[in-house]
């Protein structure tokens, strides 16, 4: 027997609740040195925006995506594709400030590089292709390495700035609370030993 829908009883789809990526996050000194460069910056335009927490600082490598509830088997098959990167550790280069596309009132002011990247980005490709090879649905977007530095009204210059510089040593798969502003990492790949710094 077929059961009927009454209008006004459908039931909405579950609502995302969880976001996973992999990442690469300034060491603490340097986050704290990202954070007073903001900040000094802001300074020069009073307003609301509000400079994100150092523990929030990352670059993001490779997006899950967002689920209503936590995929235990896609992460094992991400974790596991995490397992066979074996690379050392390398310096990034980031010396330059921008606003990125976003929601009125909600664009993102970004730190960015025009050249010191291109490790990242070849890292960053290894990242996905073993995720691929894991099975899992990887983007075919262009990667453009950043650092969300806060959310707030468009800022029409481009700065240059000091150039501020890091080892990428390890890698992470952080888990999102979206809504929540909280991040928790849930996994840590350190790279080897023995490499090229910055």
Known sequence: MTQLTLPG??????????RFFFAAMPDPATAENIVWMTERLQSRKPGKDRVLHTARLHVTLHALGDFAYVPY??????CAAA???DVPSFGVTFDRLLSFNGRPGH?????TGSAGLDILIDFQQQLRDALRK???R??????TPHVTLLYGERRPEQYRIDPITWTVREFVLIHSWLGRTHYDVIGRWPLTIGSTSV
Do not use: K, Y
């Open 134 to 136: 894991a099975g899992l």
């Open 83 to 85: 397992d066979r990167i």
């Open 9 to 18: 009883f459908d039931v909405p789809p579950p609502v995302p609740e969880h």
């Open 138 to 143: 990887v983007s075919g977007a262009r990667f």
């Open 73 to 78: 088997a896609t992460i094992a098959r991400a």
């Open 107 to 111: 664009q993102p002011l970004v730190l």
